[in-house]
């Protein structure tokens, strides 16, 4: 089974594509917006090489290593603004890791919230995913209030535990059961 779709109040959550790269150069071009998040600044070729590789994506969490990246598209206009990431990390223990990026001119207005939730809904009930887990960097605050909001549970702090841009990185892990969603 493959998510490739879902549809929220004002967002579709789908594959990447090649006409979004415009989209995406707006918040992975943005120093700020990229800061905590384990990639570099892209330029538009670095872009359209990650959309590349969103394609080559299954768009399953099948089995161990499987992942999925949806773009956030408004539906008003349909402008990619966002985009979650979701691997698995155990297929024995079910369970996969998240992450979103948003464009920073959205903040504030709740979307990263109605999408982050809609997938975290439907990946438990697609994949049969037992546990979901975010891994966020100390010096990000809006994510880990975002994590929060979801409902996902402070279970640790690591300290120096990434290795990210020239620096020992420390992070939180957050979590929610699938029971917990």
């Not at 549970?153 to 957050?174: F, I």
Request: negative net charge; charged residues 20%; proline residues 2%.
């Amino acid at each position: 089974m493959s998510l490739e779709h879902l549809e929220t109040e004002r967002l579709v959550l789908r594959r990447i594509e090649a006409q979004d790269a415009s989209n995406l150069l707006e918040y992975h071009g943005n120093a700020d917006v990229v800061r905590y998040i384990p990639w570099p600044q892209r330029n538009l070729d670095l872009v359209i090489a990650a959309i590349d590789d969103y394609q080559a994506l299954s768009q399953s969490l099948d089995r161990a290593g499987a992942s999925l990246v949806l773009g956030w598209a408004l539906k008003s206009t349909g402008q990619v603004i966002g985009q979650s990431n979701m691997s698995v990390v155990s297929e024995t223990n079910r369970t996969a890791d998240l992450g979103w990026v948003l464009h920073p001119g959205f903040g504030g207005q709740g979307y990263a919230h109605e999408a982050t939730e809609a997938l975290l809904r439907a990946s438990f009930a697609a994949f049969g995913l037992h546990r979901v887990v975010a891994s966020i960097d100390t010096r990000n605050g809006p994510s880990a209030r975002l994590a929060e909001k979801l409902g996902m549970r402070l279970e640790g702090e690591l300290k120096a535990a990434v290795w990210t841009k020239g620096e020992w990185c420390d992070s939180w892990l957050y979590a929610i059961l699938e029971s917990e969603c």
